[in-house]
């Protein structure tokens, strides 16, 4: 039984460039949510993603952006890249909306330089 | 204020030691609470959930004081294999949706 899988693992961009991540979740889960994890923080939400639809999102400016595909997959865009975007980006799954266990992801680590 | 506090450590411990985190958090709503150990530069795995009767997990035990806002993890019998970065994890609901709210995580190091 695959886990949540994440690609790519590494990534290195330049300010103002574009990026985008992707995530499988783990076989069963319909729901998929996205950290941002600086280095020497707790992982930031940044959004969760439901039947398709961005369900909740926290704190991030809308260069940030995201998309579920039908079988359940899912992306995260960041657009204009800033230095501080330099972080490792957890994709999280679960089960439905209620109050169930997120698996992660191994991640991708992103160098904006 | 964060939402959720814990004290960053490190924490040095010789093997065979007790320890103890500590965890607050601020949104009096929130559902769901976990302890989330992470390795160092490897994704968050779920150690423990918390809950209000305590739970134990062989060396491991939680507890959740909710009138305190407080959630605490003890450690016993430390190995050298429970070096690692323990993130307290609370989860309110908005509108039927849960998200994780991570503390900044408390680091622990085992000393042989």
């Known amino acids: 039984d695959a886990g949540v899988t994440q690609s790519p693992t590494h990534l290195i961009k330049t300010r103002g460039q574009q990026v985008t991540l992707r995530c499988s979740p783990k076989s069963g889960h319909d729901t998929v949510s996205w950290y941002q994890q600086a280095l020497g923080q707790g992982p930031q939400f940044i959004f969760q993603y439901y039947e398709e639809e961005e369900r909740q999102r926290g704190n991030f400016p809308d260069r940030f952006s995201g998309h579920q595909f039908p079988n359940y997959s899912s992306e995260l865009n960041v657009n204009a890249l800033l230095l501080g975007d330099s972080a490792l980006y957890l994709c999280a799954s679960s089960r439905g909306q209620g109050r169930n266990i997120q698996y992660f992801g191994a991640g991708t680590r992103l160098s904006v330089l | 204020r964060k939402e959720v506090e814990q004290d960053p450590g490190p924490f040095n411990v010789p093997e065979g030691a007790t320890v103890a985190f500590n965890c607050t958090y601020s949104?009096?709503?929130?559902?769901?609470f976990f302890w989330y150990r992470q390795d160092c530069r490897k994704e968050p795995k779920l150690l423990m959930s918390?809950?209000?009767s305590g739970n134990e997990d062989g060396r491991f035990t939680a507890q959740l004081n909710r009138a305190s806002q407080y959630i605490s993890l003890l450690i016993r019998d430390s190995k050298l294999s429970d070096s690692a970065t323990y993130l307290c994890v609370v989860s309110p609901t908005t509108s039927g949706t849960y998200k994780y709210i991570f503390g900044t995580g408390t680091r622990l190091k085992v000393l042989a």
């Open positions: 918390v809950y209000s």
């Open positions: 949104n009096s709503a929130s559902q769901s």
